[in-house]
C-alpha cells in the first residue's frame, strides 16, 4: 500500500491532528510514502495568495511520481491539500491503480450545497474504496450519486496520544475549539449560571463577560488529552441551544466531529445532540447524555454517580483503542487482505 504524504502545518486545529494521525497510522502499518519528500502545507502568512501559489507549484514534482505506480492500493486523504489539483492527481492515479479515500470533510454539505456535492461525488467515484465518517455519511452520499462498492464507516476518529491518565477531577463541562465560530456557547452560559464551564481554544473577549465561564488557554492538539479538566466534554455546532441550527447544525447529521475523539482521548463523557450523526454511537457505546437542548445542564448532567461512573468506565474502555489507532489500521488490515464482506 502507498500513500501520498503531506503535512498540515497551518494551524493547531482538528484538521490538522486527524490527517497528521492518519499518516502516522499508515506508517505504522507498513504503507510507503508515493514522493519521496514529504509535501508539507505551510503560509508564510495565514493563507495568503502566496503561500496559496507556493503550496502548488511546490506540488507539480509530486504528480510526476504518479506514472511509476501500477497495480497498488493508494491510500489519500481527501480532500486533498492541493485541492485545485485532486481531479488531475486522481485521474493520473487511478488509470492503473487502486484508489483508497478517507474522508475527513464533504465542503459541498458542510456550505449545503447539495448541487456541489454531486460534482465532488464525481471525483470520487474515481476510488475503489471509501472510508466515511459513519452510516448517515454513507447514505446522504449514496443518495446523491456515490457508486463506489467498497465504503467501510470510520465511526470515530483516532487521536493518536500517550498512555497518560487524563484529568477529570473538576465538576464542569468542557469546551475545547473554535471560540469565534461556536455562536451558541455564549446564549449556553447565560442560560446555564450555576453551571462551571473550562474552555479551551482561541481567546474570545466575549468569555470575560460571564463568571461562571473558565479559560484555560489555546493548546496544541496533542498537549489537549492531558489538560483538558472537566466532567463531561460538549459536542455542539450552530448558533442554538436548542438544537443544533443552521447550516453547520445540519452537518452534523452526517459528520464526525474529531471534537468527540478529543474528549474520548481525554477520559470524559460526552453531551451530544440527539439528531447528531454520533449521538447513535454515543448511544451504543453508553458514554454520554443525548439530549435535545443544551438550555438546562444544572439538570441534564446530575446523574447517579453510578450512571456516571459506568459512562466513564466506558469512555476509558475505548479510550484505549482511539490513541492507538485502531479504528483506521483495523480498516486497513481489511482492505489488505482483500475483506470488503463488511464494507457497503
Not at 438544537?243 to 477520559?267: D, F, M, Q, W
Request: aromatic share 10%; net charge negative.
Amino acid at each position: 500500500m502507498y500513500y501520498f504524504s503531506e503535512l498540515n502545518q497551518r494551524g493547531n486545529h482538528a484538521g490538522t491532528k486527524a490527517r497528521n494521525d492518519a499518516e502516522v497510522i499508515l506508517k505504522r502499518f507498513g504503507a510507503h510514502p508515493i514522493n519521496k519528500k514529504q509535501f508539507i502545507l505551510q503560509s508564510r502568512e495565514d493563507d495568503s495568495i502566496y503561500s496559496n501559489i507556493k503550496n502548488r507549484l511546490d506540488l507539480i514534482p509530486y504528480f510526476a511520481n504518479a506514472k511509476f505506480l501500477k497495480n497498488e492500493k493508494v491510500f489519500i486523504q481527501y480532500p486533498m491539500l492541493a485541492f485545485d489539483w485532486t481531479d488531475q492527481y486522481f485521474d493520473a492515479l487511478a488509470k492503473k491503480n487502486r484508489i483508497i479515500l478517507l474522508i475527513h470533510d464533504l465542503h459541498s454539505l458542510r456550505r449545503g450545497d447539495e448541487e456541489a456535492c454531486r460534482e465532488e461525488l464525481r471525483i470520487i467515484n474515481k476510488a475503489d474504496t471509501v472510508i466515511v465518517h459513519n452510516r448517515f455519511m454513507k447514505e446522504k452520499m449514496l443518495s446523491l450519486g456515490l457508486t463506489v462498492q467498497n465504503i467501510f464507516c470510520l465511526d470515530i476518529f483516532d487521536y493518536l496520544c500517550d498512555e497518560a491518565t487524563p484529568k477529570g477531577d473538576e465538576d464542569a463541562v468542557v469546551f475545547a475549539g473554535n471560540l469565534n465560530k461556536s455562536d451558541f456557547l455564549y446564549r449556553m452560559f447565560g442560560a446555564n449560571k450555576d453551571v462551571r464551564f473550562n474552555i479551551y481554544g482561541n481567546p474570545d473577549d466575549r468569555l470575560n463577560s460571564y463568571e461562571n465561564v473558565h479559560y484555560h488557554g489555546s493548546f496544541l492538539p496533542d498537549e489537549l488529552p492531558s489538560v483538558l479538566n472537566g466532567k463531561y466534554g460538549l459536542v455542539w455546532d450552530g448558533g442554538d441551544i436548542d438544537g443544533c441550527s443552521g447550516v453547520l447544525g445540519e452537518y452534523t447529521r452526517i459528520n464526525n466531529p474529531h471534537k468527540l475523539s478529543l474528549y474520548v482521548a481525554s477520559g470524559l463523557p460526552v453531551i451530544v445532540w440527539n439528531e447528531a450523526a454520533i449521538a447513535e454511537y454515543v448511544d451504543n457505546n453508553g458514554i454520554g447524555i443525548i439530549t435535545d437542548s443544551i438550555s438546562n445542564l444544572e439538570e441534564l448532567i446530575h446523574v447517579p454517580d453510578e450512571q456516571y461512573t459506568q459512562m466513564q468506565e466506558n469512555v476509558l474502555r475505548l479510550r484505549k483503542n482511539i490513541i492507538n489507532g485502531s479504528h483506521l489500521t483495523h480498516i486497513l488490515e481489511e482492505i489488505e487482505r482483500g475483506n470488503y464482506e463488511t464494507a457497503r
